[in-house]
């Protein structure tokens, strides 16, 4: 490790030129100097040397007391340095603890400046805190403990959340903080804890929704967007997450991707269908095979592709809904066959046939079973017709018997 060959007046140089850059860009309100200073997990040469400086020379607080500039600033600083050292040393743990420390500290002065100047470091810490977090569970998790740093981090963003939460120009830091916050939740799956912070952005008077930045916004919009998936309410999901994709900086292609491969499953469950080309050009070509089900009415190929998306709970409610659209597009097909062989009667299927159609496709199903299906189309206005039930007969309105699910298209 370089602190081996380190001198301790190298050493006591390099605690003091961050002393002095974290004093001057408080002073100057420097906002840069300040993320680069907290950017922990970023492993920039300057934090790097600084920690083998610290390693190297173990009383950093020796020159802390050097003078007032410095020592007003101690809980900050002090935890900072027990942080830096410690990441320097694998311990991450340890360095999660103690940056939190420091994050907490700094918090309090910034809760304390009238301005915003410092909002862009306070982002940093509020990223560093989550992932420091995760890696510190990852170390727990290996030696046989529980994980409860990432639990802790949201604790702690909540109340950075609340610094927030106030009036003056302070307040559009408020929505980056909830976006790392929803990845909190989202990895430890309490989603249920996003409603809070939700509640307060969309009903809080003090928060304007056009006045955050658009970075944030997109990312709110995505997750609020998944959140709404969670809860089956398909039409917000597809309002929240066009706003994400058509917003997203279109250079940021796994962005994208991840906000399609949400946006994609909600648009197949109103009846859109995206390109083959949009899904090859996303790397999304595990919906292929979803796509030509719906296109075929292909009820065995729809059943086999979803088994594959069945771990990933979000997505999986969505596709496993569309089971109508494809008994839709079958009877159709049925419909058209019928049309071709005898106009008059094409109106009119009997239900044995729809029952051979699914046996051809490998699917067992006895005609009450089927006449269900048939019910339910009707009464969700898949279908437009009625059921007669003493001949066994879906008799299909002449008018537009199979209705076009309106929805609106996924750009390519």
């Not at 005609?367 to 009707?378: K, Q």
Request: a positive charge.
């Amino acid at each position: 490790m370089a602190s081996a060959y380190l001198s301790m007046g190298e050493a006591h140089r390099r605690i003091t030129d961050f002393l002095n850059r974290f004093s001057d860009a408080v002073s100057s309100q420097d906002d840069k100097s300040l993320c680069l200073i907290f950017s922990i997990s970023s492993n920039s040469s300057f934090l790097l040397s600084l920690s083998d400086a610290l390693i190297t020379f173990q009383d950093a607080s020796r020159v802390m007391r050097q003078g007032d500039r410095y020592s007003q600033y101690a809980d900050i600083l002090l935890p900072l340095f027990r942080a830096l050292q410690s990441y320097r040393l694998k311990n991450l743990v340890e360095s999660y603890q103690a940056f939190e420390k420091a994050a907490n500290a700094f918090t309090q002065e910034f809760r304390n400046w009238e301005s915003a100047w410092a909002l862009e470091a306070l982002y940093v810490i509020a990223y560093e805190t989550r992932i420091l977090a995760e890696r510190a569970d990852r170390e727990l998790a290996s030696n046989g403990k529980t994980p409860e740093k990432l639990k802790g981090a949201g604790s702690f963003l909540m109340k950075v959340f609340g610094v927030l939460a106030g009036k003056g120009s302070k307040r559009v830091g408020a929505l980056y903080v909830t976006c790392q916050l929803f990845k909190i939740y989202f990895k430890l799956g309490t989603v249920h804890l996003c409603k809070s912070v939700t509640r307060s952005i969309e009903t809080a008077r003090i928060f304007d929704f056009e006045e955050f930045p658009l970075r944030d916004k997109v990312t709110y919009m995505y997750y609020t967007g998944r959140l709404e998936v969670y809860n089956e309410n398909f039409s917000a999901a597809d309002h929240k997450l066009s706003y994400a994709l058509s917003h997203c900086n279109p250079r940021k292609e796994r962005n994208i991707r991840m906000i399609l491969k949400y946006l994609i499953p909600v648009k197949l469950s109103i009846g859109i269908l995206p390109k083959t080309s949009l899904l090859e050009k996303y790397n999304l070509t595990e919906y292929n095979n979803i796509v030509l089900a719906l296109r075929r009415g292909d009820l065995r190929l729809l059943r086999c592709a979803l088994q594959e998306h069945e771990d990933q709970s979000g997505v999986y409610l969505v596709l496993e809904k569309l089971e109508l659209q494809v008994y839709q597009r079958l009877l159709k097909k049925i419909y058209i066959i019928q049309k071709q062989k005898d106009q008059n009667k094409a109106h009119q299927i009997k239900l044995d046939l729809i029952v051979r159609a699914l046996k051809w496709l490998e699917i067992d199903m006895d005609v009450d079973e089927v006449e269900c299906i048939m019910s339910i189309l009707i009464y969700k206005n898949f279908v437009k017709g009625y059921f007669a039930h003493k001949s066994k007969v879906v008799v299909l309105s002449k008018q537009d018997p199979f209705p076009r699910l309106t929805g609106k298209a996924v750009n390519s």
